[in-house]
């Protein structure tokens, strides 16, 4: 069974500065997806970024990128020029390709604070 | 405009009584799903559909019914409802799997608390 983690419960950045989440999953699968999504406090799940595993380079969309380490099972988020409205829930996701279902496995999220 | 519609957003109920979670999505998708969202435990996928009177058991189907006669409409039924199903559901869909992206479309999140 896959499995994903997300180690950091919080973090926290000052306006105009660089973080970066932490994300590692486990799976036996050679092919599938890993998303990003960012939950602000109107809950709604929004979707940062996306990555196909066979595709080696690491997606990039604005001022969120990713370093995707398929051996090492890592894939992190980093949010270059942080602003007040990153502030928000991350959640890690994963999906296989192909597979019977569309499920996502998620990690439990890290709470991102962007201090002014 | 594409997108999933849940109501409602808010619900307080009591122990014992039947409520359903309407979920519709106009993008004409196969898939769609059930998670609920629980503090440290991130999302949980409750209940899934690949078709029109297709579903399954996702990973916490327990205390939990779907229909799908509809393509558009994935209703979450909860027949007897109990406190530790209190929790933030949300309904998604999403093409199925290997046509292209399989982004998936999420609901606002309905906020369930039962006591």
Same mark, same amino acid.
């Given at each position: 069974?896959?499995?994903?983690?997300q180690?950091?419960?919080?973090m926290?950045?000052?306006?105009?500065?660089?973080?970066?989440?932490s994300?590692?999953?486990?799976?036996?699968?050679?092919?599938?997806?890993?998303?990003?999504?960012?939950?602000?406090p109107?809950?709604?799940?929004?979707?940062?970024i996306?990555?196909?595993?066979?595709k080696?380079?690491?997606?990039?969309?604005?001022?969120?990128?990713?370093?995707?380490?398929?051996a090492?099972?890592?894939?992190?988020?980093?949010?270059?020029?942080?602003?007040?409205g990153?502030?928000?829930?991350?959640?890690?996701?994963?999906?296989?390709?192909?597979?019977?279902?569309?499920?996502?496995?998620?990690?439990?999220?890290?709470?991102?604070?962007?201090?002014? | 405009?594409?997108?999933?519609?849940?109501n409602?957003r808010?619900?307080?109920?009591v122990?014992?009584?039947?409520?359903?979670?309407?979920?519709?999505?106009?993008?004409?998708?196969?898939?769609?799903?059930?998670?609920r969202?629980?503090?440290g435990?991130?999302?949980?996928?409750?209940?899934?559909?690949?078709?029109?009177?297709?579903?399954?058991?996702?990973?916490?189907?327990?205390?939990?019914?779907?229909?799908r006669?509809e &393509? $558009? !409409?994935?209703?979450?039924i909860l027949e007897?409802?109990?406190?530790?199903? =209190?929790? /933030?559901?949300?309904?998604?869909?999403s &093409? $199925? !799997?290997?046509?292209?992206?399989?982004?998936?479309?999420?609901?606002?999140? =309905?906020? /369930?608390?039962?006591?």
């Amino acid at each position: 069974a896959q499995t994903v983690t997300q180690s950091q419960p919080e973090m926290s950045v000052q306006e105009a500065e660089t973080v970066t989440l932490s994300c590692t999953y486990d799976t036996s699968e050679n092919n599938y997806y890993l998303f990003w999504y960012k939950q602000p406090p109107s809950r709604q799940m929004i979707l940062v970024i996306r990555q196909e595993a066979y595709k080696q380079q690491n997606a990039t969309e604005n001022r969120f990128s990713v370093n995707f380490q398929k051996a090492a099972k890592s894939f992190s988020l980093k949010i270059s020029d942080s602003q007040l409205g990153d502030t928000a829930m991350y959640f890690c996701a994963f999906m296989k390709h192909g597979g019977a279902t569309n499920k996502l496995i998620f990690g439990t999220g890290t709470l991102l604070a962007v201090q002014p | 405009e594409a997108q999933v519609t849940q109501n409602p957003r808010y619900l307080i109920t009591v122990t014992g009584k039947k409520l359903t979670v309407t979920c519709s999505q106009n993008m004409n998708h196969e898939y769609m799903s059930w998670y609920r969202q629980d503090p440290g435990l991130g999302l949980r996928q409750i209940y899934y559909s690949m078709n029109v009177e297709v579903t399954d058991k996702g990973d916490v189907p327990e205390g939990y019914k779907v229909s799908r006669k509809e &393509k $558009r !409409n994935f209703p979450l039924i909860l027949e007897s409802p109990s406190p530790n199903q =209190t929790s /933030l559901y949300f309904c998604a869909s999403s &093409k $199925r !799997n290997g046509q292209g992206n399989p982004e998936a479309f999420f609901g606002q999140g =309905t906020r /369930l608390t039962v006591v």
